[in-house]
């Protein structure tokens, strides 16, 4: 039985652990089952095994695996790796998270993958306690997020190149996940029913499942937004039904754009030459248009008032 590829693993500790996971899982189904897991190490490698490997079931999407394994990595293998399950103590995992300099939100990330990792342990049935239940880590926020007026919107959007425009108030106005709205291909805008049918998302490059069950669902579109979606296809130098609504010139179109290259080289600098200097990320524009519509009242239409004809991109 293979246990991957030798480039995937790092050196032969890593090989003994996945062959180690192989072979209890073949035991499992056994009269002579083993006991499961023995140290934290070892349970790491079952759960990528059965619940990060390709995600066969479909059950998390690639943005959600990859975070995973990087916090499994960088944090709880070097601490807890080498421990036995029931040496785990909910006192001391709550004491570790708090010396970790990092903020909150990341602290309660860290702590639910490690229960995660004791809920799979328990669902085979080789433990009957989850010590992590018992550990307290707040996830509130320690800043609360820039949202941007009305009139920051208005003028940003006034002075954005169509691409990032178009991208910008679909952004604002669906309150879809940038990696769905650049999975997006033109063949998923139905202009008659007006509507999105969000299928996929795009991680790193690499096409998967939405990040929820909720997302994977039409959304509505605004005329407005559909407007600008047609103006920006006859635009776009990749308009078949089969491309992506952002499709990257410099890899042909084989590709949508990166979002960070988008968001640092084009829109942030804009913001800071019309003297926004907000924080602004792609969250921001889903923060602000929701807070905007509950505040005011306000429609897609007031938002796009005063727009300019904008250049595309070569």
Not at 108 to 133: G, Q
Not at 148 to 170: C, F, H, P, S, Y
Not at 179 to 206: C, K, M, P
Not at 265 to 290: E, L
Request: proline share 4%; glycine share 6%.
């Amino acid at each position: 039985m293979r246990t991957g590829v030798v480039d995937t693993l790092a050196n032969e500790a890593s090989a003994l652990k996945a062959a180690q996971a192989l072979r209890i899982d073949v035991n499992q189904q056994t009269p002579q089952t083993e006991a499961g897991p023995s140290t934290i190490s070892t349970l790491v490698a079952h759960y990528k095994l059965k619940e990060l490997a390709g995600d066969r079931n479909g059950r998390k999407a690639f943005s959600t695996r990859s975070a995973y394994e990087c916090n499994l990595e960088n944090w709880v293998l070097p601490r807890w790796g080498d421990h036995q399950l029931n040496q785990v103590k909910p006192v001391a995992v709550e004491e570790w998270l708090d010396s970790i300099k990092r903020v909150k939100g990341t602290r309660a990330k860290i702590r639910n993958l490690m229960s995660a990792l004791f809920t799979h342990v328990m669902r085979y049935e080789w433990v009957d306690r989850n010590p992590i239940k018992l550990v307290r880590q707040s996830a509130k926020r320690e800043r609360i997020p820039d949202v941007l007026e009305l009139v920051e919107i208005q003028l940003l959007l006034r002075k954005l190149a169509i691409r990032e425009r178009t991208l910008v108030l679909l952004d604002a106005g669906t309150g879809l996940r940038v990696s769905e709205l650049l999975a997006l291909r033109w063949q998923d805008v139905d202009f008659g029913s007006l509507e999105l049918n969000v299928t996929r998302s795009i991680w790193h490059q690499v096409v998967g499942n939405c990040k929820t069950e909720a997302s994977a669902k039409p959304v509505p579109l605004d005329t407005y937004m559909a407007e600008d979606l047609l103006r920006w296809r006859r635009q776009s130098a990749y308009p078949s039904d089969d491309d992506y609504l952002f499709a990257s010139e410099t890899m042909r179109g084989k590709q949508p754009y990166w979002p960070d290259n988008l968001m640092k080289r084009h829109i942030q600098p804009v913001a800071k030459a019309i003297g926004i200097h907000k924080k602004i990320g792609w969250h921001t524009f889903r923060h602000s248009f929701g807070t905007l519509l509950k505040a005011n009242g306000e429609d897609v239409k007031t938002v796009q008032e005063h727009r300019s004809g904008g250049r595309g991109h070569k």
